[in-house]
């Protein structure tokens, strides 16, 4: 086997191990009992479609997904889980209530905007605002001193170009005589 077809064959292998383990660290459901919905079909309904809309697939191998249209086992439970909980007697609110309750709010899509999550929506955005801020007036600060370095520079070399160089008086000193002559 040559190097280039070892090295595609181990960035394949590679490639598929986080799925895998993912895949185990986070079951399907398919060995367990799917819990009774009643006469709620968990696809088609609308009111189990509304609250797994804003709840997203736990399953670890999708990208979370909303759960009214993942395909996976996991989010084939979870479905069914809402259902059962709407069969009960719960409304859509109390449905989604009662998932965040059981699985945490990692299965929710998009976390509430409100408490720590606040700092989390908000926070890059205030980073990047105050970086910029001090990048604006070290900037200033910055062309300040190129600014007095350079008058100071000025300064020292008061004397005129032609007096450091005596090539250029020389040539300063032809012109000047030609501009008599021809007055």
């Known amino acids: 086997m040559n190097r280039r077809a070892f090295l595609g ?18 079951p399907d459901y398919s060995g367990e009992k799917m819990p009774d919905t009643g006469d709620i079909d968990p696809k088609s309904d609308p009111r189990v479609r509304a609250v797994t809309a804003d709840l997203a697939c736990n399953c670890g191998t999708c990208p979370h997904e909303p759960v009214s249209t993942c395909t996976c086992g996991t989010a084939a439970r979870l479905r069914a889980e809402v259902a059962s909980f ?8 109390q449905a989604r209530a009662a998932m965040i309750e059981k699985h945490g709010y990692e299965i929710v899509a998009k976390p509430p905007f409100s408490g720590l999550n606040l700092l989390a929506w908000i926070g890059p955005f205030v980073g990047i605002a ?25 300064k020292k070399n008061e004397p005129s170009d032609a007096a450091k160089d005596p090539y250029l008086a020389r040539i300063e000193a032809e012109m000047e005589q030609k501009g008599k002559g021809r007055s």
């Open 9 to 26: 064959a181990a960035l394949g292998a590679s490639a598929m191990l986080p799925g895998i383990a993912l895949a185990q660290e986070h």
């Open 86 to 93: 709407i069969s009960k007697g719960m409304d859509g609110s």
């Open 130 to 154: 105050a970086v910029g801020g001090v990048l604006w007036f070290k900037l200033g600060d910055w062309t300040k001193a190129a600014a007095t370095s350079a008058e100071k520079t000025d």
